[in-house]
């Protein structure tokens, strides 16, 4: 027989009951006062778990619950179009592109005409005769092909000034080129180089002595 715990009157105590009247006491407010705290929750013996919104008890603690659709994690499946990197979005729609490739083609000519070296004005006379057949085979490219003309559509607003620089330049590396494979040439030019420059200073001298006179008097 299990022993039980008996009261002064000899009687034995009921736990349940006792703990039950201990909660009340304990949370019951002193004097009449009004407790300032919620009294701890009331347990159904029924209904450990709680019960359901119908009243009937849970057989087990309610859970988290289903979590909401806008609680899932946010992944983009593609890239803004503000995202994406210059120069790579969608081409424009086909065009005539006969005047934009002409004039590209035209300002690769003056580049290779003005290099002073046979060969590669060679290559240009060549480059000349073929223009208007490549004009129009890159122009058809670029109406049936996106890749295509879209990198017809860059020169459209490219930097054409580096043509330009390219055109300036030119004469000067293909006389360097002349001058470092002809030696009389060569020689020539740095006699002319010398007088010009004793020439200079011949006249820089003349100035410097012309504005000492007026201090010397």
């Known amino acids: 027989m299990a022993e039980q715990l008996l009261g ?3 009687k034995p105590v009921d736990l349940d009951a006792a703990e039950q009247q201990f909660n009340e006491a304990m949370s019951a407010p002193a004097g009449g006062e009004k407790p300032d705290y919620p009294a701890p929750p009331h347990k159904d013996p ?3 778990f709680g019960r359901l919104p ?3 008890p849970r057989k087990r603690r309610a859970g988290p619950g289903r979590p909401r659709n806008d609680d899932k ?3 983009a499946k593609s890239v803004p179009a503000a995202a994406r990197a210059r120069g790579s ?3 424009g729609p086909p065009g005539d592109y006969t005047e934009t490739l ?3 083609g035209q300002a690769v000519w003056m580049a290779a005409a003005s290099v002073p070296v046979p060969h590669v004005r060679a290559l240009a006379a060549v480059w000349q005769v073929q223009l208007d057949a490549q004009v129009d085979a890159w122009n058809k490219a670029a109406q049936a092909d ?3 003309r879209r990198m017809v559509e860059r020169l459209q607003g490219g930097p054409m000034w580096v043509v330009g620089v390219a055109v300036a330049t030119a004469p000067l590396a293909g006389g360097a080129i002349v001058i470092m494979r002809d030696e009389k040439i060569r020689a020539e030019l740095a006699a002319q180089t010398e007088a010009e420059f004793e020439k200079l200073i011949k006249t820089y001298a ?3 002595e012309k504005q000492a006179e007026p201090a010397a008097a």
């Open 73 to 75: 994690a946010r992944t």
């Open 8 to 10: 002064p009157d000899g």
């Open 102 to 104: 002409q004039g590209f």
């Open 54 to 56: 119908d009243g009937t």
């Open 206 to 208: 003349a100035a410097q």
């Open 46 to 48: 029924e209904a450990p």
């Open 146 to 148: 996106a890749n295509v």
């Open 89 to 91: 979005g969608p081409a």
